[in-house]
């Protein structure tokens, strides 16, 4: 850490307010879209999965895509801002849209009102899409390198405040089991908070002299740097070297995603099926997992600044696959329930909590400065093409060979990501212990 050199919080909490919306409006997404295509269209689970899926999909092309359109994008008002206030405007819009075909095919179930309502929702999801990678872009372009796992840490707490109000908001208006909700009304106050909540940031920070002061500061410190400089051309670059390195920190993020997403997919119907155990039992070993997961966060943040985020990864990652191998050979042994589930389903949260707070902080790392967008972009779609993929591959497995293959199938996927992350050289955080909590919540959102 340069000596003098501190996290502006206050910012980056209003910086933050950004990835807050986002993640608002795709806890209300999760939620409520399933409901809506079961109850109100009456559409099966495949068909509901099929149309839940769109949204990975889209961001499968449009995140790096958009996020290198906004690396390149020069206005007055930033880089960044433009995106961020088309796709939250857009958003606001077909939000408040959205639920009047809901309410209106209710009252009268006419096929244009479906169609209506599916062309309206595609919108909606672009329009995400539109302003996600800028959005996260923003904070490593307004934070100097050694500061940006700080400054991660503030902008994951902010998206996690944004799921938690949806959540409060939702509880105190869907009180009765039993009657038909309205969601018209969720609808406008998730758009009203997401439009607020930009609009804040956009008077708050001045994103082009926030930029010019952290390139100030870099020109100052080359040493933080890992692009080197051609003289010829006078232009900048990655080392082969380097480029290396993230092509295998994506792998491997591509990797763990497909063998942790088949486990966590499809494990309460394998327990029903190999270990006729209740759904109950089921849900909670996941629930476990979960929960360790995010009581590990700061632990695991203490063991990264001492031994470094690389080793902290391939830790979690050999230790989430001789879980997933366990729970194959425990297939062999159980033929229900066990207490020792409990036990291996709290490593597997402690494995993934490794490897989430640590991966998306060494890509940022290794980005030129000029591709930071296209690179956020890279790594979530890296993320959602693996939770595309894998659930037809490992879904094929299990229909087609049997429920068997589901812990072979994901440890042998997250034991390839150990190889692919062993390569990678560079990304790495000094292991220095940091005096600030916030570092310590570094996670992936």
């Not at 309502?117 to 990678?133: D, H, K, P, Q, T």
Request: hydrophobic share 50%; glycine share 6%.
């Amino acid at each position: 850490m340069k000596e003098g050199i501190k996290l502006n919080y206050k910012r980056t909490f209003i910086v933050g307010l950004a990835f807050m919306s986002i993640c608002a409006f795709w806890q209300l997404y999760d939620n409520v879209i399933p409901l809506i295509l079961k109850n109100t269209f009456h559409l099966s689970d495949t068909w509901s999965g099929v149309i839940m899926a769109l949204d990975n999909v889209i961001a499968l092309f449009l995140l790096p895509l958009l996020g290198a359109l906004s690396d390149r994008r020069q206005t007055k008002i930033g880089r960044r801002m433009p995106f961020i206030l088309i796709g939250t405007a857009l958003a606001v819009v077909f939000m408040v849209i959205l639920p009047v075909f809901d309410n209106l095919y209710n009252e009268r179930e006419e096929k244009g009102l479906f169609i209506g309502f599916l062309v309206i929702l595609g919108l909606l999801l672009i329009s995400m899409a539109l302003y996600r990678s800028p959005a996260v872009a923003l904070m490593p372009d307004v934070t100097p390198k050694p500061l940006r796992s700080k400054g991660n840490a503030v902008i994951n707490l902010m998206g996690a405040v944004g799921g938690i109000l949806y959540l409060i908001i939702s509880a105190l208006m869907f009180t009765d089991k039993n009657a038909r909700n309205d969601y018209q009304l969720v609808f406008i106050i998730i758009a009203v908070i997401m439009a607020v909540s930009v609009a804040v940031l956009f008077f708050s920070v001045n994103e082009p002299k926030c930029v010019a002061e952290v390139k100030e500061y870099e020109d100052a410190h080359p040493e933080d740097n890992l692009e080197v400089k051609d003289e010829a051309t006078d232009s900048t670059y990655l080392p082969a070297d380097v480029k290396k390195s993230l092509y295998m920190i994506l792998a491997s993020i591509a990797l763990w995603f497909m063998g942790y997403n088949a486990v966590t997919t499809a494990f309460s119907r394998y327990a029903t099926i190999e270990w006729d155990m209740s759904l109950s039992q089921a849900n909670l070993c996941l629930t476990v997992a979960m929960a360790i997961a995010i009581v590990s966060y700061i632990p695991i943040g203490e063991l990264a600044s001492r031994i470094g985020r690389k080793k902290s990864i391939i830790i979690g990652v050999a230790v989430l696959s001789a879980c997933f191998f366990a729970g194959f050979l425990l297939n062999y042994i159980l033929d229900g329930y066990s207490p020792i589930l409990l036990v291996i389903f709290s490593l597997i949260g402690i494995a993934w909590s490794m490897i989430n707070v640590n991966s998306l902080p060494m890509v940022v790392e290794m980005c030129k400065e000029s591709d930071i967008g296209r690179y956020t972009g890279y790594y979530y779609t890296c993320s959602m093409a693996a939770q595309i993929v894998t659930p037809i591959i490992s879904g094929a497995l299990l229909e087609h060979v049997g429920y068997w293959t589901m812990f072979p199938y994901g440890a042998l996927f997250v034991f390839f990501a150990l190889i692919t992350m062993s390569m990678v050289k560079h990304g790495d955080n000094k292991p220095v212990l940091p005096e600030d909590r916030f570092e310590l919540l570094d996670v992936d959102d």
